[in-house]
Nanobody
Framework: VQLQASGGGLVQPGGSLKLSCAASVSVFSIKTMGWYRQAPGKQRELVIEITGSGFVNSADSVKGRFAISRDSVKNIMYLRMNSVEPEDTGVYYC??????????WGQGTLVTVSS
């Protein structure tokens, strides 16, 4: 499995950003796929994840602001970030967990929320 994350950049507070994670395998035949982030000086944390059946689990801090989606044709997982806050700044990583329990991480894309 190979994952390529993209879409990071500088965004103003209150703005929106859409991250993409292109996978070399189906983004539906999965155990889970998700987005994690690591802020400077902090541990990597779960942002939002989705199971193969479509169940979504997200951090309380992003509920109502962030959404996860998938494209079955392009094999891309997306993270739509709305109403971003400075606390959303960090390196965002996508993660794939297959039914063989093998976990794969993408290389990360930097999101900076600042005016």
């Amino acid at each position: 499995v190979q994952l390529q994350a993209s879409g990071g950049g500088l965004v103003q507070p209150g703005g929106s950003l859409k991250l993409s994670c292109a996978a070399s395998v189906s983004v539906f035949s999965i155990k889970t796929m998700g987005w994690y982030r690591q802020a400077p000086g902090k541990q990597r944390e779960l942002v939002i994840e989705i199971t193969g059946s479509g169940f979504v689990n997200s951090a309380d801090s992003v509920k109502g602001r962030f959404a996860i989606s998938r494209d079955s044709v392009k094999n891309i997982m997306y993270l739509r970030m709305n109403s971003v806050e400075p606390e959303d700044t960090g390196v965002y990583y996508c993660k794939h967990e297959g039914w063989d329990d093998v976990t794969t991480w993408g290389q990360g894309t930097l999101v900076t929320v600042s005016s």
